[in-house]
């Protein structure tokens, strides 16, 4: 019998009991995990380094990182947000650090400084871990929840955080009490590319890039685009830029089964006319000079060798002998490269999922459910998820501190 039990190891679970313990110490709070690790995707996540939070401190702004769930998390990021997470784990003396890109991680680049903060906080509050313990069923009876786990053992609560992420077994068990939800959909991948113009350039990374998504009818989809770093892989294209368009785009994406174009512009924001201005402009000032070998723009020289080929300009081209159809062939490949899109690749480790518990099901003063009040959630479980850079860890942590204020 327990006065809080939290079904989910990971970095809602976890951030709830210890805040909720440090808030009352005469709370009796045990962790239940399927697996025989807990906070493993906190192990893994940011390459081992774990990406905490984002450096980005007004939460009108930092809701724009989350393609479902902004709205709801508005208030909540008045309460906790990336300004307090730091503060909570420096108090606990787990330093935190800022890169150039905003992400933030323990000075240590060790994901073990999180989880080391988090056991050793549970053992200084008594809070229980209980392992390889998997939820088969969630049952009311007088006034308690009844836990029914592998094994035939049971378990009673007064109150139950369900923090378990994309765990669509315990979807199940919800929806058995009429929670609603939302089908899961990945989001946060790559796009799996087989074209001539990248498929020797791997390793090659373009900053300031704009992307924009086509269908396969070549209907542009408009709402979707973005700006950031692209990177090459083995597999097609990656990077932030991607990576976000992937999280925006996910049940778009999954409708068109994952089939359709990229626009790619390399240039960014520039202005397209003076794109081609400059490269008219190489006609009259380099004659003599070879366009393949001398890459435009802070261009790759090897992607830049790739996009001139792919726009009809010989080897050993001379910009003297380049004319009008090869710089419009050009300006194109350099401002809307197409490519094809025909499936993606997700990080095992890293997988974020777009749906789970209906936002509509959840009162987000106390991150409870409106049908179960003594029902929290916080983290993947509900249908919110973030772009890449630490956002999907700071709804998990704002959302746990929430519900740990009110258990």
Not at 74 to 82: G, W, Y
Not at 175 to 201: A, C, Y
Not at 213 to 224: D, H
Not at 336 to 359: I, P, W
């Amino acid at each position: 019998m327990y006065d809080l039990i939290i079904v989910g190891g990971g970095a809602a679970g976890f951030f709830t009991a210890i805040n909720a313990a440090e808030k009352n110490k005469n709370l009796k709070i045990a962790i239940l995990d399927r697996g025989r690790e807990v906070l493993q995707k906190v192990k893994v996540s940011g390459g081992g380094r774990c990406n905490v939070t984002h450096a980005c401190f007004e939460p009108t702004q930092l809701v724009n990182y989350y393609p479902r769930g902004n709205r709801e998390l508005l208030q909540p990021f008045q309460q906790f947000n990336p300004t307090h997470t730091i503060e909570w784990f420096e108090s606990r003396g787990v330093r935190i650090k800022k890169e150039a890109d905003g992400r933030m991680f323990p000075v240590s680049n060790s994901s073990q400084s999180i989880i080391d903060c988090f056991l050793d906080a549970c053992r200084k509050n008594c809070i229980e871990i209980i392992t390889n313990t998997r939820v088969e069923s969630i049952e009311k009876q007088d006034g308690q929840w009844q836990l029914h786990t592998i094994g035939n053992r049971q378990y009673l609560a007064k109150k139950l955080m369900i923090a378990t992420g994309s765990d669509t077994a315990v979807w199940k068990l919800l929806e058995n009490l009429g929670v609603s939800l939302v089908s899961p959909v990945p989001s946060l991948f790559t796009f799996n590319i087989k074209d001539e113009r990248i498929q020797d350039l791997m390793g090659i990374s373009v900053e300031n890039v704009v992307c924009q998504l086509s269908s396969a009818k070549n209907k542009i989809l408009t709402t979707f685009s973005s700006n950031g770093a692209i990177l090459i892989t083995h597999w097609g294209l990656s990077g932030p830029a991607i990576l976000k368009l992937s999280a925006w785009a996910a049940r778009e994406l999954r409708e068109l089964n994952y089939d359709f174009e990229v626009i790619v512009n390399w240039l960014g924001k520039t202005d397209i006319e003076k794109i081609r201005q400059h490269l008219h402009q190489q006609i009259g000032n380099q004659p003599k000079k070879n366009v393949l070998a001398n890459a435009e723009f802070g261009l790759s020289i090897r992607l830049w060798k790739s996009l001139c080929i792919a726009s009809g300009i010989g080897e050993y081209q001379k910009w003297a002998e380049t004319g009008k159809k090869h710089i419009s062939r050009l300006v194109e490949q350099l401002t809307a490269s197409r490519f094809s899109v025909n499936g993606k690749s997700t990080f095992k480790e890293e997988f974020v999922t777009a749906g789970g518990v209906e936002l509509a099901e959840v009162d987000f003063e106390k991150f409870s459910l409106k049908k179960y009040p003594d029902i929290y959630m916080a983290g993947e479980v509900l249908n919110i998820d973030a772009v890449t850079g630490g956002f999907n860890f700071q709804a998990a942590w704002t959302g746990a501190w929430i519900a740990a204020q009110h258990l």
